[in-house]
């Protein structure tokens, strides 16, 4: 038994036998939370000098990283980066023309059969027979895990329940992506893949979806995250990799990323107030400019408390005052030199 699992077992028998069930849950999260801190020098997937071309195409040009036990690790960039690519490779999928991967100490290569016994995928381009119904893929999957679990209550998780008796080929785009996540975790994978996982669902169930996945990891699954929603890497990764042209070009938490983004963070207002020239000697404050009565102060750390305390000691009480702060699209465009979209 690895290190990591033993502290885990003897943290959870440290959680009262009385406690509520509600009560024990958020214990338990706590604990799991611990582990993952405890975990950060163990990667479960170790992927070095990576490579994969298409003739003269080289879609993965030498790439490496490792993901940590307990995390979830994004892979960020536009479509066409090379993202899709490499996590196929990674999990045995594609043939890979260079490098290693170990995924949970097996070479997906060799080992894909026992590997799969450990992982779950969903693929960017998935789809089940269309006759299929709902409860019946899940049956389905759930007969070949070797851990088999009950797909009842993943069924209900994943707001499935009223589509149960539904065909494949009658469930909108958003529904089928629920139910291909749902089968990704029917084997209670210790690492799964989850590849573009919110595209087709409305802004509700995206954020829906999102807690679900902080409760897939805090229940000790390890995540690698495959998106070009920055907002969604922002919210849910605890560490990123950026893709360009099959090049990693930056790696980090979304937190250090965006920290080290020069471009700093710029508080606006509007007032009448002619002279703002105190503002120039406000600490944090790199420089003030001016467009009639629009205004907007560039600076770095708290510069926005700073500049709203000068502003009220001066009788200027602006009730537009917002701040706009660097994001994770911004630190992909200064690497890379163009949108997230193109």
């Known amino acids: 038994m690895g290190p990591n699992r033993l502290l885990r077992r003897r943290q959870l028998a440290l959680i009262p036998s009385g406690k509520s069930g509600a009560a024990s849950r958020a214990a338990a999260v706590t ?145 089928r992506q629920r139910l291909l996540i749902a089968l990704a975790l029917v084997n209670e994978p210790r690492v799964v893949f989850l590849d573009e996982m919110t595209t087709g669902l409305d802004p509700a169930a995206r954020r829906s979806t999102w807690d679900l996945i902080r409760e897939v990891r805090d229940r000790g699954c390890t995540i690698v995250l495959v998106t070009h929603f920055m907002e969604e890497a922002e919210r849910l990764c605890d560490r990123v990799a950026i893709v360009d042209a099959g090049r990693i070009v930056a790696t980090g938490s979304p937190q250090v990323l965006i920290a080290r983004e020069p471009t700093g963070v710029r508080v606006q207002f509007s007032t009448s107030v002619p002279d703002l020239s105190f503002l120039e000697n406000v600490a944090h404050v790199a420089s003030v400019h001016r467009d009639g009565e629009q205004v907007e102060v560039v600076g770095e750390g708290p510069v926005l408390a700073m500049v709203a305390a000068a502003l009220v000691e001066h009788d200027i009480a602006p009730d537009d005052l917002r701040v706009e702060r660097p994001t994770l699209e911004d630190v992909f465009l200064r690497l890379t030199g163009h949108s997230l979209r193109d």
């Open 31 to 175: 604990l799991n939370s611990d582990v993952r801190r405890e975990a950060v020098s163990e990667p479960v997937i170790a992927v070095e000098h990576l490579r994969k071309a298409y003739g003269s195409v080289v879609a993965v040009d030498d790439i490496s990283f490792d993901v940590r036990e307990g995390e979830i690790f994004g892979l960020l960039g536009p479509n066409g980066a090379g993202k899709t690519t490499a996590v196929e490779c990674i999990q045995g999928l594609r043939r890979r023309d260079g490098g290693g991967v170990r995924i949970l100490d097996l070479d997906p290569g060799a080992n894909g059969m026992e590997l799969r016994r450990s992982i779950g995928s969903q693929l960017q381009q998935s789809a089940l027979p269309d006759r299929l119904r709902v409860w019946e893929a899940l049956d389905l999957f759930a007969a070949f895990a070797p851990r088999r679990v009950d797909w009842r209550a993943l069924m209900t998780v994943w707001g499935l329940d009223p589509l149960a008796g539904r065909a494949y080929g009658n469930l909108s785009g958003g529904q």
